[in-house]
């Protein structure tokens, strides 16, 4: 069984450059989750998909980022006109649907850093 | 509103010590699930425990062990007899409300010496 796995591991971008990130969930899961992480602090919610319904969304995540999971699968974190603010880890996790709240189980996150 | 404190945020043991790793949490919700997660160096979080706020039960799995208190909204995490590969950070974290979202709090970074 392989795990949650994301795509770039590292990022390293130019202020104002846009940049996509992918997360391809545990197979049989179809909840996914993106978390951001920075230097010395725990993950911070951002948005959760069911299938392909993003059904929460925090207030950090801004309108220049956007995120999809088109096919209830995979999904993409797309951050547009990045800041060196948004220089974070990029972590996606997934959980079955069998609770109210199952355990979400993390990727190795994409490391963005915003020059 | 949802809340983890972890007080402690670095902790030195030498090898073979017993260390514990606190957690405050705060929720107004009678159901809740709390968790702790690994994060080693390489950095992907690992999942260790899961609980339900109905479950006061404490649980031993090999070295590590949880004890549970709703009285004093705590969760605290012990490892017994450390080891270097023990070394990380551990997230205590929380989820309530019905909601996905899960709160983790600041983390604790152990370094256990040789």
């Known amino acids: 069984d392989t795990g949650v796995s994301q795509n770039p591991r590292h990022k390293i971008t130019k202020r104002g450059q846009n940049v996509t990130f992918r997360c391809d969930p545990i197979?049989?899961?179809?909840?996914l989750y993106w978390y951001r992480q920075t230097l010395g602090q725990g993950p911070e919610f951002l948005t959760y998909?069911?299938?392909?319904?993003?059904?929460?969304k925090s207030r950090l995540l801004s309108d220049r980022f956007s995120a999809e999971r088109p096919k209830g699968s995979f999904s993409t974190l797309e951050i547009q006109r990045t800041e060196q603010g948004d220089s974070a880890m990029y972590l996606c996790?997934?959980?079955?649907?069998?609770?109210?709240?199952?355990?979400?189980?993390f990727g190795p996150g994409t490391r963005l850093t915003v020059l | 509103a949802q809340k983890v404190t972890q007080a402690q945020t670095e902790i030195s043991v030498v090898e073979k010590e017993d260390v514990t790793l606190d957690c405050v949490y705060e929720?107004?919700?009678?159901?809740?699930?709390l968790f702790w997660y690994k994060q080693p160096p390489s950095g992907e979080l690992v999942f260790l425990i899961r609980?339900?706020?109905?479950?006061?039960q404490n649980e031993i799995s090999g070295r590590y062990s949880w004890n549970f208190q709703k009285s004093t909204s705590s969760f605290n995490f012990t490892i017994t007899a450390s080891q270097v590969v023990d070394s990380a950070v551990y997230f205590c974290?929380?989820?309530?409300?019905?909601?996905?979202?899960?709160?983790f709090g600041t983390g604790t970074k152990l370094q256990v010496i040789p």
């Open positions: 996790a997934s959980s079955p649907r069998s609770g109210p709240s199952d355990t979400q189980y």
């Open positions: 197979s049989e899961h179809n909840r």
């Open positions: 998909f069911q299938n392909e319904a993003q059904l929460e």
């Open positions: 929720t107004r919700d009678t159901t809740y699930y």
């Open positions: 609980r339900n706020s109905f479950d006061e």
């Open positions: 974290a929380l989820n309530s409300g019905g909601y996905q979202k899960v709160t």
